[in-house]
């Protein structure tokens, strides 16, 4: 079998056993305050995971990846709407891009 499929089918299986298990077990709800708390956060650790190599390689350098991503977090710890930061941080990031010689 390729790696690569290997990869993806253990990846696969990583987040979505934690996804399955209240529904396989006929838990209406989960009581465990740690086990509710870990299956929020599945999806932000896949999502940071998928996201941080992508900053690291935006515009060719590392400088403009991390200045736009640390400028799109402040946006979110001030609670900014998501298009907001979305839009906020594209345009600094293609400011960035085509200024910078």
Request: glycine share 6%.
């Amino acid at each position: 079998m390729n790696k690569y499929l290997l990869s993806i089918i253990l990846m696969s299986a990583a987040t979505q056993i934690p996804r399955l298990l209240p529904g396989l077990s006929r838990m209406s709800a989960i009581k465990s305050k740690r086990i509710n708390k870990l299956l929020q956060s599945v999806p932000l650790a896949a999502l940071g995971a998928l996201i941080f190599p992508g900053i690291l390689d935006v515009g060719g350098t590392v400088e403009t990846g991390i200045i736009a991503g640390f400028f799109s977090f402040i946006l979110a710890t001030k609670k900014v709407n998501i298009m907001v930061n979305i839009l906020a941080s594209s345009i600094l990031t293609s400011l960035l891009i085509y200024i910078r010689p």
